[in-house]
């Protein structure tokens, strides 16, 4: 079983550089939750969540099939010959949209087209990424590969961290409960 000094030196060898790479997960996860939380996207799933959405599961076909039919004429219009990554229809709410997610000739994203989901007519295009970049930063994405694995490599830093602080303080409650009652035998 290894000693009290045993845990407390890895303990102490992984807290220095996992204390950088924990700041920095810290960080960008509250970016992450901010914008989620404060974003526009979270503001309308909240004003559409107790809405009904007029087409159900045994309307007919052409309750929607036409309006893609229309909105992809649009889209032909808007980019010729653009690919389409993929398409999001969202049939409730004040506003109702359809989406079409465009892709680059040559691979990778390019922009969005939004068009009204109960005309067909064009609305607006912007540009869109498949993951917004601050979730890549967090994941360590935006750094390619190399960022991806050494996020899962500073994880498991953080988990091995864990694990020694825990172990070091299991051993050191054992040496320090004697005698000790009710909560002071676990928090000395």
């Given at each position: ?52 959405s007029a087409v159900k599961t045994d309307s007919p076909p052409d309750a ?18 653009a690919p389409v990554d993929r398409i999001a229809i969202e049939l409730k ?46 994941s360590g994405e935006a750094f390619g590969d190399g960022g991806l694995v ?39």
């Amino acid at each position: 079983m290894p000693t009290p000094a045993f845990w407390r030196q890895w303990h102490r060898w992984i807290g220095a550089p996992a204390a950088l790479f924990l700041a920095f997960a810290a960080l960008t996860g509250v970016l992450v939750a901010g914008t989620e939380f404060f974003g526009e996207d979270e503001a309308l799933r909240e004003a559409n969540r107790d809405l009904v959405s007029a087409v159900k599961t045994d309307s007919p076909p052409d309750a929607w099939t036409g309006l893609i039919t229309q909105v992809m004429a649009g889209a032909a219009k808007e980019a010729p010959g653009a690919p389409v990554d993929r398409i999001a229809i969202e049939l409730k709410g004040r506003e109702p949209v359809i989406t079409l997610y465009l892709g680059q000739p040559e691979g990778g994203e390019d922009k969005r087209l939004v068009f009204d989901a109960r005309t067909a007519k064009f609305l607006r295009s912007d540009s869109y990424a498949d993951k917004p970049f601050i979730n890549r930063v967090h994941s360590g994405e935006a750094f390619g590969d190399g960022g991806l694995v050494f996020a899962m490599v500073w994880g498991l830093a953080l988990f091995a961290l864990t694990v020694s602080g825990f172990a070091l303080y299991w051993r050191l409650a054992g040496a320090n409960r004697a005698g000790r009652t009710g909560l002071k035998r676990w928090f000395f």
